[in-house]
């Protein structure tokens, strides 16, 4: 294994040549494949991976000293980041060998796109109450339901999918994840128009959509906890800066000499709040074994509060759609920020995860908890 030193080397040495690579590329997918392409065939792809996949098996240390030195220097990951920061690394944690042979190395190349099919209709954050089923028959899995609110499914491959395989039991046991390819005539993608204008996300709607027998996660039955496993790799990688940002602080500063503001001591201790904010998420990234709910809700407390600055400073110039602002609209950003609070899982649910499990406070009370999922009322 190569010290340090060395290996930042090598990084330095990738990341120089990647500015040619990306110089025709344009659209955001389409750069962030030419470099997750290169960085794979380069070995830089699965850092913290076994050796038998592609990977590195490389201690967390360098995993860290990669980011360092590729921060600001390479594309985001794009419509990749479901794949690469969440479905991936449970399938290497928790999948049999053939998943493992399966997807780890196309996803982490860029040779496929990953979904999240969690949340339905009646589904969001008790999430644990989703109706979707999966029924098995021969060497195949039979899908029937709908999802909502997946990002990204217009352009995936596969999805990591929840559905329910034993209505009999109560509703966290009779879960399964299972990989749902999702270029099939049983899935349908509905686009869903958000109030940005951007379709981010959208519908999905399986119709005897069809699974390889072999392609449940774990086991039978053992959906829950591999949910709560990739959740908590959401909410880390959020937590760490992955996803949507939020308006950066330099963004605000600049907008405020602009407007002839920057004096202005409410906005100025405003301003220095979102700067210690940002170093604290980043101090608190850096520690090892910390609930990734906290680093969660720091993050969406930042974005809030940066749309609410910019929302005092931008209007009512920032109202114009296309406000010829650099890093995009003021009205884009602050339109989007609701988002952070509500992807990975609600504020309101980190709180009582937190409540829960780190302040051991009692559960909260659930009256279909205990008793099978087919005898549940629902809507
Ligand atoms: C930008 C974005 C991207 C997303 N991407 C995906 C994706 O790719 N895949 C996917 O599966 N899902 C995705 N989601 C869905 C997301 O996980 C859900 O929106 C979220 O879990 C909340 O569920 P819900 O929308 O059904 O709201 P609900 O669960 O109906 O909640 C409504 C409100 O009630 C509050 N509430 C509900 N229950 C409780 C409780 N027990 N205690 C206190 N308050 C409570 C909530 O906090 C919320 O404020 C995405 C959402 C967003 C905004």
Redesign the pocket.
Known sequence: MSTEAEFRHEVREFLESLPSLLVDADDPLERARIYLRARFDAGLGALDYPTGHGGRDLPREFVSAYRQEASGRVPGEAGFG?GISMCLPTIRDHGSHELRERFLRPGLRGDEIW?????????????AGLATRAVRDGDEWIVNGQ???????VDADMGIL?ARTDPTVPKHRGISMLVLPMDQPGVEVRPLR?MTGVS??NEVFMEDARIPAGWVVASEGDGWRLAVALLAYERSSLGAGG??QPISTDRLIDLARERAVNTDPVLRQDLARLHSQASIVGWLNQRSGIHPSVTKLWRSRQGRLASGIAGRLAFPGGAAWDDGAEGGSWAYGIL?S????????????Q??TLGERVLGLPR?PAVDRDIPFSDVRRN
């Not at 979904?115 to 999430?127: I, K, N, R, V």
């Not at 999802?147 to 499914?153: E, F, L, M, Q, R």
Request: charged share 20%; hydrophobic share 30%.
């Open positions: 479901i979904c999240q099919l969690y949340s339905e209709p009646g589904a969001g954050s008790d999430l999802k909502v609110w997946t990002s990204g499914a929840l958000q981010h996300f996803g949507r989007d609701p988002a952070h609070s509500l992807g990975g899982g609600t504020d309101e649910i709180r009582s909260e």
